[in-house]
């Protein structure tokens, strides 16, 4: 049970910040990441946060892209920023219970949102 929203279009430049909200119980997975998928192409990990607060981002995203989350609403959010026409794509929130590398993966996720589309043009 999770449901990303914060999607939309936006200039190449300018940002969005997607939501992820989910229940406790999914919240409280030992991993939580981003992934996306481009038209035609296989989805991307763009980042993830592990049990032990690390956060690790795909190199196509870092120093742009940001993930936190709020622990009183059981929310993780993906800010977006410098947006350009290759991170169009539908954006998804997953969680697992996977640790290490698998946090990178999207093998080591569970659970899946339905998505939310960006559109940079």
């Known amino acids: 049970q999770l449901v990303e929203s914060g999607g939309g279009s936006v200039h190449p430049g300018g940002s969005l910040s997607l939501s992820c909200t989910t229940d406790?119980?999914?919240?409280?997975?030992?991993?939580m990441g981003w992934f996306r998928q481009a038209s035609g192409k296989e989805r991307e990990w763009v980042g993830s946060?592990?049990?032990?607060?690390?956060?690790n981002y795909a190199d196509s995203v870092k120093g742009r892209f940001a993930i936190s989350k709020d622990n009183r609403k059981n929310i993780l959010y993906l800010q977006m920023n410098s947006l350009t026409p290759d991170d169009t794509a539908m954006y998804y929130c997953?969680?697992?219970?996977?640790?290490?590398?698998?946090?990178?993966?999207?093998?080591?996720?569970?659970?899946w949102g339905q998505g939310t589309q960006v559109t940079v043009s």
């Open positions: 997953a969680a697992g219970r996977s640790a290490g590398a698998q946090c990178m993966s999207a093998a080591g996720m569970t659970y």
């Open positions: 406790k119980f999914t919240y409280s997975s030992n991993c």
């Open positions: 946060l592990d049990s032990d607060g690390r956060i």
